[in-house]
């Protein structure tokens, strides 16, 4: 399996950016569908976007079409989320995770990942 983990996170104003990024280690990264999920305080886990494991297919929820990135740079091992016109409704634990699926699939359900990081706080101020 792969080791996950995420930085970035703070505290924002409505209507800002932040960059969140998840480094990888102990596996061949380049060959695991990558995802960013996140947890408000009493909901679920939901998922946020996804990359295939070349790059090539993305997936995003739609309550972030438009305003979130998922991309991944396989050489530095490493996966971010670009987040602009943040709300506050996007306050949540983010969590980035990894799946073992074929080429140009991209993953959007919990069960499907099979390695995830310790999440880190996104707050945003409105």
């Known amino acids: 399996q792969v080791q996950l983990v995420e930085s970035g996170g703070g505290l924002v104003q409505a209507g800002g950016s932040l960059r969140l990024s998840c480094a990888a280690s102990g596996h061949t990264f380049s060959s695991y569908a990558m995802g960013w999920f996140r947890q408000a305080p009493g909901k679920d886990r939901e998922f946020v976007a996804g990359i295939s494991w070349n790059g090539g297919n993305t997936h995003y929820a739609d309550s972030v079409k438009g305003r979130f990135t998922i991309s991944r740079d396989n050489a530095k091992n490493a996966v971010f989320l670009q987040m602009n016109s943040l709300k506050p409704e996007d306050t949540a634990v983010y969590y980035c995770?990894?799946?073992?699926?074929?080429?140009?699939?991209?993953?959007?359900?919990?069960?499907?990942?099979?390695?995830w990081g310790q999440g880190t706080q996104l707050t945003v101020s409105s």
């Open positions: 995770a990894a799946a073992g699926v074929p080429a140009g699939v991209v993953v959007t359900t919990t069960y499907a990942y099979s390695s």
